[in-house]
């Protein structure tokens, strides 16, 4: 019995990450930052500079001001695009600093770029979890990042839709569907974590070799 539900779960994973448009059939490597005039790229590294100014003044303060305040620069500093119009390509994953020197990115790229600041000002990567949710209103896949004040607690949401931070009770316009974080993946109806496929694992990894190679993300500490 114990084998037959997780293989059911494993088939339903699956079908969620696929449905979610992360199995993309071209390369990562494939994406292709557009070339920037003199004047993009003062504001791509102004853009950098004032990430770079919030993480290392935010530092110290309460997590519940380092999540306005990272909701807020990240929603004001990147206009929404398709991984198409930034990329070239049909799914890509970019790194916080690509997406901020670019100032475009699509859903995955603000909760990502919300989630990799966030851990660099000392917030426990486990009470985060990047969410993949379905957007009620357009009927379509979205990602937002959750943040989880204790284990047991209702997660606060924080998303490019909507700048407000709420609390998941009151986004009724968004039906979860799974979240994952570096310590694993959940399914919305389990809370409990589940084993990830390694497709799955490999994308995520991917994207934290990449944050880390670019100055995005600084080593986890050791437990």
């Known amino acids: 019995m114990a084998h037959s539900t997780s293989s059911t779960t494993h088939r339903l994973l699956r079908s969620l990450l696929a449905s979610c448009w992360l199995f993309s059939p071209l390369l990562v490597a494939d994406a292709t930052p557009p070339q920037h ?3 993009a790229t003062a504001l791509s590294d102004a853009r950098l500079a004032s990430w770079l100014s919030l993480l290392d003044n935010s530092a110290g303060d309460e997590e519940r001001e380092q999540l ?4 807020h620069f990240i ?3 990147i206009s929404f695009v398709s991984d198409q119009q930034a990329w070239g390509a049909d799914d890509y994953w970019a ?3 690509q997406t901020l020197k670019l100032g475009k990115g699509d859903c995955e790229d603000f909760a990502i770029a919300k989630y990799f ?3 660099r000002m000392g917030v426990p990567s486990e009470k985060m979890r990047l969410t993949f949710v379905k957007a009620l209103s357009a009927q379509q896949a979205h990602m937002v990042l959750a943040y989880y004040p204790t284990p047991s607690a209702q997660p606060l949401i924080l998303d490019n839709l909507d700048p407000r931070i709420r609390p ?4 009724g316009d968004l039906l979860p569907v799974y979240s994952f974080n570096n310590h694993g993946v959940f399914l ?8 990830q496929p390694p497709e799955f694992l490999a994308r995520w990894n991917e994207l934290s070799e990449r944050a880390m190679a670019d100055g995005s993300a600084t080593p986890l500490p050791q437990s």
């Open 168 to 171: 998941a009770s009151e986004r």
């Open 68 to 71: 306005e305040r990272v909701n």
């Open 75 to 77: 929603n004001r500093s």
């Open 117 to 119: 600041s966030l851990v």
């Open 37 to 39: 005039s003199a004047l």
């Open 188 to 195: 919305a109806k389990n809370p409990q974590r589940v084993s």
């Open 95 to 97: 790194t916080p600093a």
